[in-house]
């Protein structure tokens, strides 16, 4: 069974069409691959689904945006997979 | 349609907030400025207002499911396929369903026929956030309740 980083970066390099080997547990999304909001709602629409999942996205924006939280806490990819987990976890629970 | 003024949704036939569908009727005009050059003497309905006529019709549908408390604007189009021309005064059903309700965006499929017959479809997706002004808001108001909107089935569902 595959990890939820290989699950996140194989999505991310289908997605976006990026080398796959290039896709680390420290890459932020954003800064070091590229991905901009639009390409990151494919991401985000292919991550719900196969987690079974909703990444709230927006609250998220509106932390950064407000400045109580940094991009590099939702989008560094180490970091990202952490909140998937947490969000699996919740639906389980 | 009135596609000079991107009205191109006539009526809702149909509206299920639990089966997260729409359906909507539309007649192309037998005449309209657009047809000058799409194409002289040789009227055809463009392909870029039937993907908006899809567009608009899965947008009424996340309206909807938004209660009117958010707006879905038009953020990708894919796999679009146009598969037959369309000419004036034709008859256009167009149905779509979302596939996803995601956080600030929507994944809808719409699919547009004629007598039964395929015309086109897409995958179409939105970012759906507030309304950025409450005019907006008033305005689509307005356009429901020309294209009948059926407010009664938010107030059920």
Redesign the interface.
């Known amino acids: 069974m595959s990890s939820t980083f290989d699950t996140v970066a194989n999505i991310i390099a289908e997605t976006c069409d990026i080398p796959r080997d290039t896709i680390k547990p420290e890459s932020h999304a954003i800064e070091d691959l590229g991905i901009d909001s639009?390409d990151f709602?494919?991401i985000?629409?292919a991550i719900?689904?196969a987690f079974g999942i909703?990444?709230?996205?927006?609250?998220w924006?509106q932390e950064v945006n407000d400045g109580k939280a940094t991009t590099e806490q939702y989008f560094v990819l180490q970091n990202l997979c952490t909140r998937i987990d947490g969000l699996v976890a919740a639906k389980g629970a | 349609m009135r596609i000079e003024y991107f009205q191109l949704i006539d009526r809702i036939v149909g509206l299920d907030t639990s089966a997260w569908t729409i359906d909507v009727e539309a007649v192309v005009p037998l005449e309209s400025t657009i047809f000058e050059g799409h194409f002289p003497g040789q009227p055809l309905m463009p392909g870029v207002l039937l993907i908006e006529s899809m567009a608009q019709t899965a947008g009424w549908l996340v309206i909807a499911l938004n209660r009117f408390e958010r707006m879905p604007f038009l953020?990708?189009v894919k796999e679009a396929k146009l598969r037959t021309f369309v000419l004036p005064g034709t008859t256009l059903r167009i149905t779509a369903k979302l596939l996803?309700?995601?956080?600030?965006?929507a994944?809808t499929k719409a699919t547009i026929t004629a007598e039964g017959k395929p015309i086109c479809d897409a995958e179409i997706?939105f970012?759906v956030m507030l309304f950025p002004e409450k005019s907006m808001r008033h305005a689509m108001e307005e356009t429901a309740a020309r294209i009948g909107f059926p407010m009664q089935a938010l107030a059920d569902g």
């Open positions: 639009l709602l494919d985000a629409f719900d689904k909703k990444l709230p996205l927006e609250q924006t | 953020a990708a996803h309700d995601g956080s600030g965006y994944i997706t970012r």
